[in-house]
């Protein structure tokens, strides 16, 4: 009787252990390669980027005392980063681009206006050809694009 339940006790650790395993392994992996995306972007100092927020494959970072914003996007189809000086820039728009026939959205960019050029930058933050949930994680990436545009707003005018 004691053996079986040994037994049984041992394969439902085994059960639980090692999906946590695994899912360890991967966060690591995914803080490891944000850490060397910060280090390509600011060599020295890369813990300076004091605030960093992922969603849905998508990570954006600021350095709030030195002005500088990161956007990763580790979609499947297209795994990208870009960096935005904010000292160089004077605001920061959030244009979130509909459908023509409903008001279902199908993009979100971050348009970024130059200060000497007065060029628009523009950086995609939601394609709705790369959702694979469609319309349950818009809303949430929308959500969150609203609210990092208030933090960019607030590091620009600093």
């Avoid at 297209?78 to 605001?91: G, P, R």
């Avoid at 959030?94 to 960019?109: A, E, F, R």
């Amino acid at each position: 009787m004691e053996t079986t339940t040994t037994i049984m006790g041992l394969v439902i650790l085994i059960l639980v252990a090692i999906p946590v395993y695994f899912s360890a392994r991967s966060s690591a992996a995914g803080k490891t390669r944000i850490l060397n995306i910060k280090k390509r972007f600011n060599p020295s100092n890369p813990e300076n980027f004091d605030l960093t927020e992922s969603i849905n494959n998508k990570t954006l970072t600021i350095d709030q005392t030195n002005k500088k914003f990161i956007l990763m996007n580790f979609n499947p189809n297209q795994q990208e980063s870009t960096f935005v000086d904010l000292n160089s820039v004077n605001s920061c728009r959030l244009i979130p681009t509909t459908d023509s026939h409903t008001d279902t959205i199908i993009k979100i960019d971050f348009e970024f206006q130059d200060k000497e050029t007065s060029k628009k930058i523009t950086i995609p933050f939601y394609d709705f050809d790369d959702d694979r949930i469609k319309q349950i994680s818009v809303y949430q990436d929308h959500q969150f694009a609203k609210k990092w545009h208030k933090i960019i707003e607030d590091s620009i005018l600093r």
